[in-house]
């Protein structure tokens, strides 16, 4: 009998999680049908029964989401109509937890029997771990990417398996042996418009000094999409360093590996840094609003996934007001000049990509979501 799963991801990082899970569930059924919404690897999966909305929905800050209230209020509604319509075998959620969790409580009132599904938990042992409670009276079943969450939140009584992190497989594909280049940097500004607007202009800054300091150094720039390739080439028009800067278009693993030193928006980027042991410091800045909102409620010392992994700043966080073009300079000329340091990070990463698990999670979590179906 033919079973079909409902699908939420709501950013580029969940889109491609999403896609590695649906190929791994069909290798487990052959007659799966999906649908919900994603972005455009998961649309190729499934066709128009994958609505794309990765570039609407992709947004950042408290900000952000207040001014596109009505937006996703709106596709808030479509989902459970959706839902409702196609009576799927379950619905799996990834990450994307300002939606996905509305999405389960509004779910979990309309039916205590339908199925709901976590996948990529969302890191509210960063900002509230109260609502763990909360998500046990929701979810059926959480799979988590991070070792400590499991504990976590099997103690709430949700029971919850650690399927390792996704990416590890991801990019033990793109390995590709490149060495070095000893005086290139990567710039990693993100993957969404507002972030690049506001932190590429930070990194070009701190590049400009590095330059001042090391005539030598030049700069790859690691764009996410062609869209974001082309405003970060409207930024660099009038810039000086324009013609030391390299954009490339959705190779951030490769460059990740032949530059010397990076600079990192916060985000999956720095785990994917951490992997291919690329020394590099931590940048970030949003609108005030979200700042202030988000100092309220971040229950975490770190930002960065590596730090937040080891308990302790193992790169260092340039943040908000303290993103300064001349601390981080300094930093990353530290980091290209000093080995000592450079091997010390170098190894803190071997570390903590260690706990992630091996490969083969988006294997461990469909065979998960399987033996939750077979229950039924």
Same mark, same amino acid.
């Given at each position: ?317 340039? *943040?908000?007001?303290?993103?300064? =073009?001349?601390?981080?300079? &300094? #930093?990353?000329?530290?980091? $290209? @000049?000093?080995? +000592? ?11 903590? *990509?260690?706990?992630?698990?091996? =490969?083969?999670?988006?294997? &461990? #979590?469909?065979?998960?979501? $399987? @033996?939750?179906? +077979?229950?039924?």
């Amino acid at each position: 009998m033919s079973k079909r799963i409902y699908l939420v991801a709501g950013e580029a990082s969940g889109d491609e999680h999403g896609a590695a899970l649906m190929q791994a569930l069909r290798e487990f059924v052959f007659d799966l049908s999906f649908s919900g919404r994603g972005g455009p690897k998961m649309e190729a999966l499934a066709g128009d029964e994958i609505i794309n909305w990765s570039d609407a929905a992709a947004v950042v800050g408290l900000w952000e989401v207040v001014k596109r209230y009505g937006y996703f209020r709106e596709q808030f509604q479509i989902a459970l109509n959706e839902i409702a319509a196609i009576k799927p075998d379950a619905v799996v959620l990834i990450d994307y937890p300002g939606f996905n969790l509305r999405l389960a409580r509004a779910l979990r009132k309309k039916s205590s029997q339908l199925k709901i599904i976590y996948y990529i938990s969302p890191q509210v042992w960063a900002w509230n771990r109260g609502r763990i409670r909360q998500m046990a009276r929701l979810l059926d079943l959480m799979l988590c990417i991070f070792p400590f969450e499991a504990e976590l939140y099997n103690k709430s009584g949700l029971r919850t398996i650690f399927v390792g992190h996704p990416m590890i497989q991801n990019l033990a594909a793109l390995r590709t042996g490149e060495e070095r280049q000893s005086d290139l940097v990567g710039l990693f500004p993100g993957s969404r418009l507002r972030e690049v607007r506001k932190i590429f202009p930070i990194m070009l800054e701190a590049a400009r000094e590095m330059v001042a300091q090391r005539a030598e150094v030049c700069f790859e720039v690691a764009a996410a999409s062609d869209a974001l390739a082309l405003e970060i080439q409207k930024m660099l028009a009038t810039s000086s360093l324009r013609e030391r800067m390299r954009i490339t278009t959705g190779d951030a693993a490769s460059a990740m590996q032949h530059t010397f030193a990076g600079m990192v928006a916060s985000g999956t980027a720095t785990l994917e840094a951490a992997y291919f042991r690329l020394p590099f410091v931590l940048v970030y800045k949003v609108s005030w609003p979200t700042y202030f909102a988000a100092r309220l409620v971040l229950k975490t010392k770190y930002l960065g996934m590596p730090n937040v992994l080891a308990g302790r700043e193992i790169i260092p966080e340039f *943040i908000q007001h303290e993103a300064r =073009s001349d601390l981080i300079s &300094k #930093a990353l000329l530290k980091l $290209m @000049d000093d080995q +000592a340091a450079r091997h010390q990070m170098t190894s803190e990463f071997d570390a903590i *990509i260690a706990k992630l698990g091996e =490969s083969g999670a988006s294997a &461990k #979590a469909a065979r998960a979501i $399987m @033996d939750e179906l +077979a229950e039924n």
